[in-house]
């Protein structure tokens, strides 16, 4: 278990502020934020590179604050790998227990173990000048690994990779996770990377931890417009709910949506477009939101299309190839937006 406790920490105009977070034995914790908010600062108090101004740093139930990062039994795999460029992938991945004098035999069985895992065992009389970025990001993580750490640090591990190989190797991290079970803390600034990864998550600004939780809760209820933001929401509207008789309305302009929140006055509502379902004539459906609309354009996404909407509110939709096809979607046709109460995040 991971404790980080009132944590400060001022590296000339930038400030970690206030760092409260518990990681669990054996989780999958990411870290997600824009550039520059401070998640890889995190990651070097946590490692003893960085003593915090204030607050403390808990590892096991042992309070580590003021140890050397070589006594927290820490694995850390920086963006850049840090190979070292004049040792082959073996010899990078026996550095630490060779200055350890770890016997030879046991040194084989875990290069063995890593090289097996990491899917390596070809590579190991390479040097890193000749890897692939995907086959030096392997090798760092089997540098990390070899020494059975508590604790696995990630800094941008899948940055310098190309879409494909990123979303293989996402898969190949949450296969190697569930066989060794170290607790491990990754930072990104993906969204869908956290997504695919983490068991719980937490979203940074400005030095700051704003939101926790899984990716679900943060995904479909972000805590502020920051949050929704970043997540991906396109949706975000000023709304009052006024009475607490009506506090199952939010009025949004001329537009009334059913939600499910008992805030009152003032509020933010945030709906994600892959929510929003695009109906040709008007559904009997369990869907207490349903609004006339008309396309106003269409816009490709990858293997979907954004609908921007006018349904007296603007709404983007998401939808696919097939349902343009099938309902021959187009500018200026006309359209109903249906959507679930639950679909209607207040905040």
Same mark, same amino acid.
């Given at each position: ?22 990681? $669990?034995?054996? $989780? ?27 607050? $403390? ?77 995907? $086959? ?16 696995? %640090? ?128 008007? %559904? ?64």
């Amino acid at each position: 278990m991971i404790r980080l406790c009132n944590i400060y920490k001022s590296l000339g105009d930038f400030k970690l502020k206030n760092i409260n977070l518990t990681i $669990e034995d054996n $989780e999958y914790f990411v870290i997600l934020g824009p550039t520059g908010t401070g998640k890889t600062v995190i990651l070097e108090v946590i490692a003893g590179m960085y003593k915090p101004d204030h607050g $403390e740093v808990w590892l096991n139930e042992r309070n580590v604050t003021e140890e050397y990062p070589e006594s927290r039994h820490i694995g850390f795999v920086y963006q850049d790998y840090m190979l070292f460029p004049h040792l082959n992938v073996e010899e990078n991945i026996l550095f630490a227990l060779k200055l350890k004098k770890t016997p030879a035999k046991i040194m084989k069985e875990k290069l063995e173990r890593m090289a097996t895992l990491l899917n390596i065992n070809h590579l190991l009389q390479r040097y890193p000048a000749t890897l692939s970025g995907g $086959e030096q990001q392997r090798t760092a993580i089997a540098r990390a690994l070899v020494a059975e750490p508590d604790v696995l %640090l990630l800094d941008e591990p899948l940055s310098a990779l190309d879409p494909r190989s990123k979303e293989v190797f996402q898969q190949e991290l949450k296969q190697i996770h569930r066989q060794i079970k170290t607790t491990t803390i990754h930072i990104t600034h993906d969204f869908n990377e956290a997504l695919v990864l983490a068991d719980r998550m937490g979203i940074m600004c400005n030095g700051e931890i704003v939101q926790v939780g899984s990716p679900e809760d943060v995904f479909h209820k972000p805590c502020s417009q920051f949050v929704a933001t970043f997540v991906g929401m396109e949706n975000i509207f000023n709304g009052i709910i006024s009475d607490e008789s009506d506090a199952r309305q939010v009025r949004i302009g001329p537009v009334q949506l059913r939600v499910a929140s008992n805030l009152l006055g003032k509020v933010r509502v945030a709906i994600r477009s892959e929510d929003i379902i695009i109906a040709e004539d008007k %559904l009997s459906s369990s869907a207490q939101n349903i609004l006339p609309a008309s396309i106003t354009e269409i816009v490709p996404r990858g293997p979907f299309f954004k609908l921007f909407l006018d349904a007296g509110i603007p709404l983007v939709a998401l939808v696919t190839r097939q349902a343009i096809d099938e309902m021959r979607l187009e500018p200026g046709k006309n359209v109903w937006a249906v959507f679930k109460t639950a679909a209607v995040h207040v905040f």
